[in-house]
């Protein structure tokens, strides 16, 4: 989960010469210890928690049909906001009838990946923390979209392949390609896996006020600020995607005013066609 932009950089010349993923890697990798501290990023994750766990029925992720455990990716990973929801909170939580019904079994093996060498070594602290397993829960540093700038053997491995749950949250505004990002990570499934993208709205259709991106502090960093439904609904589809499904937060999420203030986050999801 990439989470955003407590520090902010005065861009230099040299600025202008580094790609897009160079920039969020040296971004975050100064941020790494720091970035959950601030209120509003914490208040953020508690929601992005609270809407994966309230829809994990709808995100509608199967059982393995091969016998091995059921496994998931959170691509962009951060510290593994996303994968503690899937792993601990929901095992450590009270909780319904229902809702442990819904998530308890639950992913037995998850795989984080990340730009940032930092937010990875956060993430494995974290998970080692809370005592699981290099084989439960587990970060690499990796780039689906620059593989030679950020080479990571395991990335390759089968490891890393045949999910049946992909999660990329608050991140994909960070990527210059949304085609190529949902593509590599489609691609990451194994057939009837489910991908769920978790961002922020297009403010022409959220009807939030968003800044133009040039006059943002994060404009170094960000490729763009909200997502359209149906530009998103294409690149899903492009990658092999279906059973489209899209649904708001249920409430806005509380953004400071020099990032654009009140924003709408989404929650989208496709499934790969089985071949």
Known sequence: ????????????????????????????????????????????????????????????????????????????CGNGVVSRVCFHDVQSRPRTADFGQALSPFIPSIRGIDISSGMVSQYNLLAEKVGYSREHMHAVHGDFLDAKATPSPEVTSLDFHDFDLVVMSLALHHVDDTDEMIRKLADRLADGGVLVIVDWMDGSESGCQIPPLKDMPVKHTVSRMGFKEADLKQSFEKAGLGDWGWKWFASQSAVPEELGGKQQ???????????
């Open 265 to 275: 986050a989404f929650l989208a999801r496709g499934v790969k066609r089985r071949g």
């Open 1 to 76: 989960m990439a989470h955003k932009h407590c520090r902010h950089h005065h861009q230099g010349s040299a600025d202008a010469y580094k790609t897009l993923g160079e920039r969020n890697k040296e971004h975050f990798d100064e941020v790494s210890g720091t970035a959950f501290d601030a209120p509003w990023i914490a208040q953020l994750c508690d929601q992005v928690s609270s809407e994966l766990r309230s829809h994990f029925q709808w995100i509608g992720v199967r059982d393995s049909k091969t016998g091995r455990e059921t496994k998931m990716l959170d691509y962009a």
